[in-house]
């Protein structure tokens, strides 16, 4: 049933001028940064933030939003050959707020994963040997997104509600990745390591999902 509403609302959206699925971006101030105190942009994310670990949201900080901004909307995605997949949904962040700590609580309003489809973060697992690229991405909107509740929010949804009240965005891109996988186990492998050095690491950009190219 909530697949039916969600198929409905983005459909409504559309037909009232939502203009598709995803969300036009306006010119983004170069000003906007998003950043980390627990890595750099295109650094290696540090176990704790991952299923190998501790499963603990990425603490967070920004700066430099354009004037005119009433709220923020986070979403964590990677690119993946066959699909694109999303970890974590944060909207409805109020203006005033300027940073997430870890595990951060009482902020915000969740969106669900394409993970395991829960309304929670996913943290990420590698899946077997190779670097990924994992993109956080914050907009900056003129107004909160029209979202009814108890719509289930996925990435899809999310867009579309921004569409035309996105000011502007920033992006920060992390590296995960294992050596291999310890046999008989599907994409797990405790080691601490992560075969890629920081100067090896993806550049921002060039891990960009095909279907959002007029996004940003």
């Excluded at 501790?54 to 986070?74: D, F, H, K, R, V």
Aim: charged letters at 15%; a neutral charge.
């Amino acid at each position: 049933m909530k697949q039916s509403w969600s198929f409905f609302w983005i459909a409504a959206l559309f037909l009232c001028g939502g203009g598709g699925i995803f969300a036009e971006v306006r010119s983004q101030p170069t000003g906007f940064v998003l950043r980390s105190p627990a890595v750099v942009d295109g650094g290696l994310l540090p176990t704790d933030y991952t299923g190998d670990g501790t499963s603990a949201t990425l603490p967070l900080e920004w700066s430099g939003a354009p004037a005119g901004t009433q709220n923020y909307a986070i979403i964590m995605h990677h690119v993946a050959p066959d699909t694109t997949k999303w970890y974590w949904i944060l909207y409805n962040i109020p203006a005033t707020v300027t940073r997430l700590p870890k595990n951060v609580r009482a902020i915000g309003t969740l969106g669900n994963n394409s993970i395991n489809h829960r309304t929670e973060y996913a943290p990420p697992h590698s899946r077997g040997p190779g670097r990924k690229t994992y993109i956080y991405t914050i907009y900056a909107l003129a107004t909160p997104p029209p979202i009814p509740i108890p719509l289930a929010v996925s990435r899809d949804v999310l867009l579309t509600a921004m569409t035309g009240r996105i000011l502007g965005h920033a992006e920060l891109h992390v590296i995960y990745t294992r050596f291999s996988d310890p046999p008989g186990v599907d994409g797990v492998d405790g080691s601490d390591h992560f075969g890629v050095r920081p100067a090896e690491a993806q550049k921002p950009g060039l891990d960009t999902d095909p279907a959002l190219s007029h996004v940003f």
